[in-house]
């Protein structure tokens, strides 16, 4: 019998109706479910042992034949002892709780026995299976997998996916002229991942698997390309005194600086794209303090100028005040409204054209404002339905996505490639590189006293930022620094040394009125030392700040840190970075060190890829981006080959063998 990648697992030898129902259970309902099932080991048992050269202590396969066999009983339990021999010697083997070897084991018969020798000169529990040119648990790589269900022996899954691959119906492969100089067909890879006769062809095989995934994802990204140019038409947007090739005529005289080159063409991409009736739908991404929301503000003075309403929606309050109040001096002409949780609950829109600004509230107000665009500052920090357009809206609004975390180029093809992309890659001319200093724990008193000298020297402000609020119950977390202990401790410690220095403590947690008031202590300098969480990362845009403490920095991925250092030196200043770390891994250090000397987020966020995958980069798991079965987001070779490879098949009626599950990620067409 042949088996179909597409039939389901109830057709293969061996598995009946409880078992079919036990990998329904788990989601395995086709042969191909069940073959993406991978080993993630494998055993060596391909070299058979003499019985005379046995090691006590060594995992060993001997092929002999069988002497006697003896199961005795002990209430429920059953000892099974077995004497086999080979041209070299005798050898006695004990099973415990396995009644079914003394009914496998037939005397006379040859079989291959896998298991530890002990310094009884026994073989212990050993893996039994006769002797054939095709053996599936001995003799070879034996592929080991994670249990799915307690019912479900691991030897059982072996044998059933034996049983597959050797009946596997060779299915059509589109990919066989593109990739056949380089990788195994599809149906090649799955038989090789299984049941290898060499470990060294196992990553090729495993890359063809990858590829297959990140094609599909390929796809998934123009499919939603696809349906955004099918939605309802936007406002195109008219613009006075606009020329694309010099709109200095249109800028406002407000902007008290000149706009860098790379600001100047993000801008005039987005106005290109805000005067047509084809939804805009663009990622704008910029490295920390680029200057992301002046290219922002503009896109929404384009909308408030030709009549009509824009939103700018921000992860978290700090930040959704934090642009009300800096768009206000940049653009003083636009009418404004800040719409968080306690604005919306008498939210009436006005007929004036005005820019919203606020949290998810904003969000869920737009089929009363009816925005012609919507601008989204961080937009996988919001929850899926949050992202999704209401459908009383009467025009597709007009969508800007704005991010500072640093993404590979590649990156930005595979997963945005249903994007228009902006990026701001000049930081402004005042902007000075961030001293950064690896702190070691000797010297952690002698930099409190520091910044003290520091802070008094140039009138400065410190961010001191701690990965936890509490300290974490976990036990591998216990030394960790938690920002309520660690603001008790500098309170403690600046009274001796510097008491005129004013510290304060935010943190998510706090009652609203106590997060405005330390909010507004810092901004009005009530506060020379303000304690926090890493909310800070997204929010806090404090001009004087030129000092910030990280605590326990190896908590922190590259991206993270990042984003944490450009908190400071925002008005030009001088600045510095403390890494503060008890890590005793070489490798956290290293990283750190790393840290100390890259200022580039681009380098720093390959850095991170490499070192801690996809999760850190991009941070949350409904993002979807970490659940990448065989791919890895680190390879940006295999991804900048998927993308040749689909440049070639997108023309062509092909279909990826893996379908990409995008059951986590918004179906509506934004940056997801």
Same mark, same amino acid.
């Given at each position: ?21 036990? =990998? &329904?259970?788990? /989601?395995?309902? !086709? $042969?191909?479910?069940?073959? @993406? ?7 060596? +048992? %391909? ?6 050269? =046995? &090691?006590?202590? /060594?995992?060993? !396969? $001997?092929?002999?034949?069988? @002497? ?7 209430? +429920? %339990? ?162 006075e005194n606009y020329e694309p090739g010099d709109f200095s005529q249109w800028l406002p005289n407000s902007i008290p600086f000149e706009l860098t080159g790379a600001q100047q063409r ?53 930040l959704a005040h934090q642009h009300f109040e800096s768009l206000q001096k940049l653009l003083p002409t636009i009418n404004y409204q800040l719409l968080t949780g306690k604005e919306s ?328």
């Amino acid at each position: 019998m042949k088996y179909r990648l597409s039939a389901p697992v109830s057709t293969i030898k061996g598995i009946g109706d409880k078992l079919t129902q036990l =990998l &329904e259970e788990n /989601e395995v309902k !086709t $042969v191909l479910d069940l073959l @993406l099932y991978l080993p993630y080991r494998y055993e060596d +048992r %391909r070299q058979i042992v003499p019985i005379a050269e =046995l &090691e006590v202590g /060594e995992q060993a !396969t $001997v092929k002999a034949t069988v @002497l006697r066999v003896n199961t005795q009983h002990r209430g +429920r %339990r059953a000892i099974v002892r077995a004497t086999v021999e080979d041209d070299t010697g005798r050898l006695n083997c004990i099973w415990f709780n396995n009644r079914f070897i003394g009914e496998q084991l037939k005397k006379g018969e040859e079989f291959y026995l896998a298991g530890k020798f002990n310094d009884r000169n026994m073989l212990l529990q050993a893996t039994v299976e006769k002797v054939s040119d095709d053996p599936v648990h001995t003799a070879r790589l034996v592929p080991v997998y994670t249990q799915l269900s307690k019912n479900f022996k691991i030897g059982s899954l072996r044998r059933i996916l034996k049983e597959v691959v050797n009946n596997l119906e060779t299915s059509d492969d589109p990919l066989v002229d593109e990739l056949k100089e380089s990788y195994p067909t599809f149906s090649q890879a799955l038989k090789v991942l299984h049941f290898p006769d060499d470990t060294e062809v196992v990553p090729a095989a495993r890359e063809r698997l990858a590829l297959e995934e990140l094609l599909s994802l390929i796809q998934h990204s123009q499919q939603l390309k696809n349906h955004w140019k099918k939605q309802q038409p936007a406002v195109a947007l008219k613009l006075e005194n606009y020329e694309p090739g010099d709109f200095s005529q249109w800028l406002p005289n407000s902007i008290p600086f000149e706009l860098t080159g790379a600001q100047q063409r993000a801008t005039r991409e987005i106005l290109a794209d805000l005067q047509h009736h084809t939804a805009m739908n663009r990622l704008l991404i910029g490295d920390v303090g680029s200057g992301k929301t002046v290219v922002a503000g503009l896109a929404c003075l384009a909308a408030v100028q030709s009549q009509h309403h824009a939103v700018i929606a921000a992860p978290t309050q700090i930040l959704a005040h934090q642009h009300f109040e800096s768009l206000q001096k940049l653009l003083p002409t636009i009418n404004y409204q800040l719409l968080t949780g306690k604005e919306s609950k008498q939210f009436k829109p006005t007929k004036i054209p005005t820019l919203y600004i606020g949290t998810h509230a904003a969000l869920n107000q737009l089929d009363k404002i009816q925005p012609a665009l919507i601008v989204y500052d961080e937009q996988h920090r919001f929850g899926v339905k949050q992202r999704s357009l209401p459908k009383k809206l009467r025009h597709t609004p007009h969508l800007l996505t704005m991010s500072a975390t640093p993404i590979p180029r590649s990156l930005m093809l595979t997963l945005f490639s249903h994007l228009q992309l902006s990026v701001i890659d000049e930081l402004p001319a005042n902007q000075q590189p961030t001293t950064t200093w690896l702190v070691p724990s000797n010297k952690r008193e002698s930099s409190l006293e520091w910044l003290a000298k520091q802070l008094e020297k140039t009138n400065g402000q410190a961010l001191v930022v701690c990965p936890f609020i509490e300290p974490s119950q976990h036990e591998s977390f216990s030394n960790v620094a938690a920002a309520k202990d660690l603001f008790k401790e500098l309170k403690t410690f600046y009274q001796q040394h510097a008491p005129q220095l004013a510290i304060d403590l935010l943190h998510g947690q706090l009652k609203q009125t106590k997060k405005e008031q330390a909010i507004n202590n810092i901004f009005s300098k009530k506060t020379d030392i303000l304690v926090t969480t890493p909310v800070v990362e997204v929010g806090v845009d404090l001009p004087t700040a030129n000092v910030i403490i990280i605590e326990a920095a190896e908590r922190f991925g590259m991206a993270s840190l990042h984003q944490l250092r450009g908190r400071v030196g925002r008005a030009g200043q001088a600045s510095f970075c403390l890494l503060f770390t008890n890590a005793k891994s070489s490798t956290a250090r290293q990283r750190l060190k790393t840290f100390t000397q890259e200022h580039d987020g681009l380098k720093l966020a390959e850095q991170d890829l490499k070192n801690r995958g996809a999760g850190d980069l991009f941070g949350f798991r409904q993002h979807g981006l970490s659940d990448l079965r065989f791919a890895s987001w680190a390879d940006l070779k295999l991804i900048q080959t998927a993308h040749a490879v689909f440049e070639k098949l997108k023309n062509q009626a092909w279909q990826p063998l893996i379908s990409y599950q995008d059951n986590q990620v918004s179906t509506q067409p934004g940056a997801n």
